[in-house]
């Protein structure tokens, strides 16, 4: 499925962005700038597909959301999927181990 396909629309707060541009600094002076740029895109291509991406870590109830984890190297990412309204909605993206610390 490309992006165009998906009914998911992926949202990014501006915190989530910055931790981003942050690693991708990290991720640079540890030479692996290519690998965090592949990392991003499969992620962001999987999260248009969020039903079939990560593991289910929670269901919150009132909002009918469902959290879940995934990690493509060197990425782990947390996000929410709101399916009545096609939504997912990042938490957050952690470096695996003390790759990018």
Known sequence: ???????????YSEIVR?????????AKAAGLGPELLRAINTIDDQLHDPL??????????????HVRK???????????????????VVSWFRPLADLLA
């Open 52 to 65: 079939n991406f990560g593991e289910p870590v929670f269901s919150l109830k009132k909002s009918k959301a």
């Open 70 to 88: 995934a990690a493509v190297f060197p990425l782990a990412v947390c996000f929410a999927i709101y399916e009545e309204e096609q939504l997912v």
């Open 18 to 26: 910055a931790s981003l541009r942050a690693l991708s600094e990290k």
């Open 1 to 11: 499925m490309t992006t165009g396909d998906s009914p998911f629309r992926v949202v």
